[in-house]
């Protein structure tokens, strides 16, 4: 660990993203974004034209795309800039007047959709064969599947309208998660004796430390902290939650589970069926965290010990550039294209390396059709931060590849798929190493954070969408997210998830208010995504490293796919079916042989 971050303006250009690449300065965005400034005058005229020719309906589609492409290239820097420091005003500024421009010009185009679905069916199909609107097919079949759920256009443009009003509650998170508690945390003594000041990003990475007065500290000084803005974390929660609904209750949808579920083709029964079987085999954790309590021969297995290795053994720390070579070396069995392409990216700035005062937490990879990948970061050289260099790299290649082999309105892929290639990196990253390696004390390190990467990847995130599900019923039969109430229902399912092994008395009401600091309750139903892309990254990771015939080119294919099918037909032509419980079952087995494994190596 090291001391405190430095501040934004004392990071090395290297360590930075290449952010000039989209706009050279915020001058030069200024002037492309006041270029914009009449683009909802202008598609306004073509109000009332759609249904004149295919012609016709195909020049409203170009300038609809390219307005929108144009938003997203002024957005993803707005956004960028901001997350490098959130307490910079002008980029905060910049990026909430990206966020009302864009609302401006979607109620300009609110009209649309109603128009678009009021053109009679069979003239449509007859027009979708029209060499003008045919490589739109695809795009328009499937926004013709909303007319149940289209409203007509003055409807619609109110709640294009809404847009502004409806995300402030997860801008007031980030704030409050970003900038305003973690500048109440306080400093702690790490291991090394240092005074180290507790961050959204070194909490888990304390937590890992063998010292459990430093583990005890980290948790308590965070969890403290958190806990004195519960009041404020659940007004934003249940706004979020009640924004979410009222989408729902407009379009017409039973439910808000149902609405999110809606968009990717996938049934309220696949989501209740995750979280069934993750139940099933509930006691396949259950038994490895009794037999992690014996292993470190703790008293008490408490949730500040969570993130401890069941396994004494202290990997070293990597840098930066061993971190790169390692996740190069990783995905080697997805051929050289793939590497040559990715060690193209770490050279010429997709990454923003590490922490800095103000940025935001954790880390993700986002990117424009217009632009280059980008990754946050916040590395700290840990091995779990060289896996998150992996999984972001996984998310950044299948962008390049969805933008180099699709065109533009099928470049986009679907969320429900968008964990399936990070994950499968981290995979291939676990099976290098424990190949690579012929150290016992370390084999059994990987295979602990194997397990542990189920645990948090499977099993917490099916929690989290459990909790995720329970409190939007709970609006939408009348109730309130109180904080006793969030508090309550949370941690009966840190209990349920956790088993008896773990003891939560001393610390319940610090583990009860978790849920306040989990910024993906604010995403719609994200999580549970979490979940079946580990599935499937399992699946396609096993197929790849056995040499299966035609697996490597099936999932290059998906990573090339886009949006051009829909996303369970994707994942099924690369060899995963979701709509069975056969991938779920196979990860869940993996589990439970790799716990096996762990065993044999602690006994």
């Known amino acids: 660990m090291s001391g405190k971050p430095p501040k934004r303006d004392q990071v090395a250009a290297e360590d930075r993203w290449a952010v000039e690449a989209i706009f050279k300065t915020d001058e030069e965005w200024e002037s492309a974004f006041r270029a914009t400034e009449d683009y909802g005058r202008a598609f306004q005229a073509w109000a009332g034209r759609l249904g ?88 328009l079949e499937e926004m013709l599947r909303y007319r149940p759920h289209t409203l007509s256009e003055p409807e619609e443009k109110l709640l294009a309208m809404s847009g502004d009003a409806l995300q402030g509650f997860h801008a007031g998170f980030g704030k409050l998660n970003n900038v305003d508690m973690p500048a109440r945390l306080p400093e702690i003594t790490d291991q090394n004796g240092r005074r180290t000041k507790l961050t959204n990003s070194n909490l888990v990475p304390l937590m890992e430390e063998s010292d459990p007065g430093v583990r005890r500290a980290a948790f308590d000084g965070y969890y403290r902290e958190l806990s004195g803005n519960l009041n404020t974390a659940a007004a934003l929660l249940n706004g979020q939650v009640k924004s979410h609904i009222f989408m729902a209750k407009a379009r017409r949808h039973a439910s808000a ?73 990783a ?34 990879s ?24 992996a999984h972001e790299a996984g998310h950044s290649m299948h962008s390049l590849m969805s933008w180099r082999h699709q065109p533009y ?90 088993g008896e092994a773990l003891n939560t008395e001393a610390d319940d009401a610090m583990i009860a208010a978790e849920w306040a600091r989990i910024p993906h309750f604010y995403y719609n139903f994200y999580v549970y995504k979490y979940a079946t892309g580990l599935s499937s990254a399992v699946a396609l990771s096993r197929r790849i490293l056995e040499g299966r015939p035609g697996a ?26 979701l709509e069975t419980p056969a991938p779920v079952n196979e990860a869940l087995d993996y589990l439970a042989e790799t716990v096996d494994r762990l065993g044999g190596m602690m006994s």
Not at 308 to 316: D, F
């Open 52 to 139: 004149e020719s295919p012609e016709s309906l195909a020049g409203a589609i170009a300038e609809m795309l390219a307005q929108q492409r144009a938003l997203e290239k002024l957005g993803l820097y707005a956004g960028m800039r901001q997350d490098e420091d959130l307490s910079n005003a002008l980029h905060s500024s910049m990026d909430d007047r990206c966020t009302a421009r864009r609302n401006e010009v979607a109620a300009a185009q609110s009209f649309f959709m109603p128009e678009l679905l009021s053109i009679d069916p069979a003239v449509m199909a007859e027009w979708l064969r029209s060499p003008v609107l045919e490589g739109y097919a695809t795009w």
């Open 257 to 329: 589970l149902e609405a999110s579920l809606f968009h990717d083709l996938v049934s309220t029964e696949v989501y209740r069926a995750l979280i069934d079987a993750v139940h099933n085999r509930l006691p396949v954790m259950h038994g490895y965290y009794a037999a992690k309590k014996s292993a470190l021969g703790l008293d008490t297995l408490s949730p500040c010990d969570l993130y401890l290795p069941a396994v004494r053994y202290t990997p070293r720390r990597y840098s930066y550039d061993e971190a790169v070579d390692m996740t190069l070396e």
């Open 331 to 364: 995905v080697r069995p997805l051929g050289g294209r793939y590497v040559s392409d990715l060690a193209e990216g770490f050279r010429s700035g997709w990454v923003d390396r590490y922490e800095n005062v103000g940025k935001r937490s954790g880390a993700y």
């Open 366 to 389: 986002t990117g424009c059709v217009d632009s280059m990948p980008y990754i946050l970061h916040n590395f700290s050289g840990t091995l779990d931060s060289v896996f998150t260099l």
């Open 409 to 498: 309105h099928m470049s986009d892929y679907r969320i429900l798929v968008a964990e399936v290639a990070s994950t499968t990196n981290e995979m291939l990253l676990a099976d290098m190493l424990m190949k690579k390696s012929d150290d016992d004390g370390m084999k059994a390190y990987l295979l602990d954070r194997l397990v542990n990467d189920f645990r948090t990847t499977l099993f917490r995130q099916t929690m989290f969408a459990e909790f995720e599900w329970l409190i939007h019923r709970e609006v939408e039969e009348g109730g309130a997210l109180t904080p006793e109430f969030l508090n309550s229902k949370y941690l009966e399912l840190v209990r349920l998830y956790h």
């Open 552 to 577: 490597l080119d099936a999932y290059l294919g998906f990573l090339s796919a886009g949006s051009s099918r829909r996303p369970l037909e994707i994942l099924r032509d690369a060899g995963v079916d």
